[in-house]
């Protein structure tokens, strides 16, 4: 019995794969700092694990619609237009358990042989993975540093086609921190209508932001018709082990999501979309607190890492990861990444795990404490000043 060979053009993430290592070797004794997980290192607001809780006792323990729960769909229609100044009602809501799921349904229900995709390189691995799954061209859009890490939209223009149909842009991004300025998404926007494209913006991470505000391509003109907003509440409300994201998008293809949910997984757990509710209208001090917590620590590493012989660090706007550059160790990133693991117990992923235009740089995440990521910093400093020593 052999695979599918759709199966062979599917990818990973390897957060996860560094995450087993790292776990291998503190089995054995050894202290090791995590870096690599993008993961907020927060409880889940306590009103919010209450709300869940008191959802078990209340019997929201059987299914629902498969596109999620009325009200947690109106309440989520209602925060997205305070957030875009647009009209959106629950029927272009779709609930999911996580935000891979609008990347999978989405990328699933409009690509095919003969498409062309444009996707940010570097970028969350799993744009790469579902184009290719599904057969159709990836094609990949270079994210600069010299570009304070947003996309250029000359070169955007440059790789559209006759056969481009989706392009997708996250900001704040995974794993740079850079954030598209207005300007940047009104001229993007423009390339969009102009070529027929449909755009799936990942604004998962829209709430952790520490310069100016966040902005989003579906409010300008011509844009609620062809985007689809990728957001959920893994990374602003700590709730990762909830599996609890949305995509908000035009009618016609909410409704073909949802049939991809009625055939693979049916509906989004009912208690878990009660805490949903809850974490959307309930107190968003937690979430404020959260924010202000991570720009310290961002300063924390910006501070340190620009400090260590042989790298520099952009200051990132928004998210919680760091993308220093490390070219000047003389190593590659997939290198330096597995030296920082084996030898200094630090875990961080090569830029290489988030396309090829991520080498020479190291995805550092921060989510963690200011005496664990100072260890870190101490860490990577000896084993940069031990390799620019030794060259």
């Given at each position: 019995?052999?695979?599918?060979?759709?199966?062979?053009?599917?990818?990973?993430?390897?957060?996860?794969?560094?995450?087993?290592?790292?776990?291998?070797?503190?089995?054995?004794?050894?202290?090791?700092?995590?870096?690599?997980?993008?993961?907020?290192?927060?409880?889940?607001?306590?009103?919010?694990?209450?709300?869940?809780?008191?959802?078990?006792?209340?019997?929201?323990?059987?299914?629902?619609?498969?596109?999620?729960?009325?009200?947690?769909?109106?309440?989520?229609?209602?925060?997205?237009?305070?957030?875009?100044?647009?009209?959106?009602?629950?029927?272009?809501?779709?609930?999911?358990?996580?935000?891979?799921?609008?990347?999978?349904?989405?990328?699933?229900?409009?690509?095919?042989?003969?498409?062309?995709?444009?996707?940010?390189?570097?970028?969350?691995?799993?744009?790469?993975?579902?184009?290719?799954?599904?057969?159709?061209?990836?094609?990949?859009?270079?994210?600069?540093?010299?570009?304070?890490?947003?996309?250029?939209?000359?070169?955007?223009?440059?790789?559209?086609?006759?056969?481009?149909?989706?392009?997708?842009?996250?900001?704040?991004?995974?794993?740079?921190g850079g954030v598209l300025t207005r300007d940047d998404?009104?001229?993007?926007?423009?390339?969009?209508?102009?070529?027929?494209?449909?755009?799936?913006?990942?604004?998962?991470?829209?709430?952790?932001?520490?310069?100016?505000?966040?902005?989003?391509?579906?409010?300008?003109?011509?844009?609620?018709?062809?985007?689809?907003?990728?957001?959920?509440?893994?990374?602003?409300?700590?709730?990762?082990?909830?599996?609890?994201?949305?995509?908000?998008?035009?009618?016609?293809?909410?409704?073909?999501?949802?049939?991809?949910?009625?055939?693979?997984?049916?509906?989004?757990?009912?208690?878990?979309?009660?805490?949903?509710?809850?974490?959307?209208?309930?107190?968003?001090?937690?979430?404020?607190?959260?924010?202000?917590?991570?720009?310290?620590?961002?300063?924390?590493?910006?501070?340190?890492?620009?400090?260590?012989?042989?790298?520099?660090?952009?200051?990132?706007?928004?998210?919680?990861?760091?993308?220093?550059?490390?070219?000047?160790?003389?190593?590659?990133?997939?290198?330096?990444?597995?030296?920082?693991?084996?030898?200094?117990?630090?875990?961080?992923?090569?830029?290489?795990?988030?396309?090829?235009?991520?080498?020479?740089?190291?995805?550092?995440?921060?989510?963690?404490?200011?005496?664990?990521?100072?260890?870190?910093?101490?860490?990577?400093?000896?084993?940069?000043?031990?390799?620019?020593?030794?060259?």
């Amino acid at each position: 019995m052999k695979l599918a060979t759709r199966m062979q053009r599917l990818g990973t993430e390897t957060a996860f794969e560094v995450l087993v290592r790292a776990r291998a070797l503190e089995a054995q004794g050894r202290d090791v700092v995590h870096l690599e997980i993008g993961e907020p290192d927060f409880d889940t607001p306590a009103n919010v694990s209450q709300a869940g809780a008191n959802a078990i006792g209340e019997g929201w323990t059987h299914y629902g619609p498969a596109a999620g729960q009325p009200d947690l769909r109106q309440a989520i229609a209602d925060y997205i237009n305070r957030r875009t100044r647009t009209a959106y009602t629950p029927a272009n809501v779709v609930v999911t358990p996580g935000g891979k799921p609008i990347m999978f349904f989405l990328i699933l229900a409009l690509l095919e042989a003969g498409d062309d995709a444009i996707y940010p390189d570097p970028g969350f691995p799993i744009y790469r993975s579902m184009i290719d799954f599904t057969g159709a061209r990836a094609v990949p859009l270079p994210i600069r540093e010299e570009n304070d890490f947003r996309l250029d939209v000359g070169e955007l223009e440059s790789l559209i086609t006759p056969q481009t149909k989706l392009l997708i842009i996250n900001s704040p991004a995974n794993p740079t921190g850079g954030v598209l300025t207005r300007d940047d998404l009104e001229a993007i926007a423009r390339l969009a209508v102009a070529n027929d494209l449909f755009v799936l913006a990942d604004e998962i991470y829209s709430e952790i932001i520490y310069e100016g505000e966040h902005h989003s391509i579906a409010s300008f003109p011509g844009m609620v018709e062809r985007t689809a907003i990728l957001d959920g509440f893994s990374k602003t409300y700590a709730m990762t082990g909830w599996r609890l994201g949305y995509g908000v998008m035009p009618e016609w293809i909410a409704e073909q999501v949802s049939r991809l949910m009625v055939n693979s997984v049916s509906c989004t757990a009912s208690m878990v979309q009660r805490a949903g509710l809850e974490a959307l209208t309930g107190p968003q001090d937690a979430v404020r607190d959260m924010v202000e917590a991570f720009r310290r620590r961002r300063d924390l590493m910006v501070s340190g890492l620009n400090a260590i012989p042989g790298v520099t660090c952009r200051n990132p706007a928004g998210a919680f990861y760091v993308f220093p550059n490390i070219t000047g160790t003389g190593m590659t990133s997939r290198e330096f990444a597995d030296r920082l693991l084996d030898d200094f117990g630090v875990a961080a992923l090569s830029g290489t795990s988030f396309g090829e235009h991520g080498e020479g740089y190291l995805r550092l995440s921060y989510a963690n404490s200011e005496e664990n990521l100072a260890k870190a910093l101490e860490r990577i400093d000896a084993a940069a000043r031990q390799l620019v020593a030794a060259r």
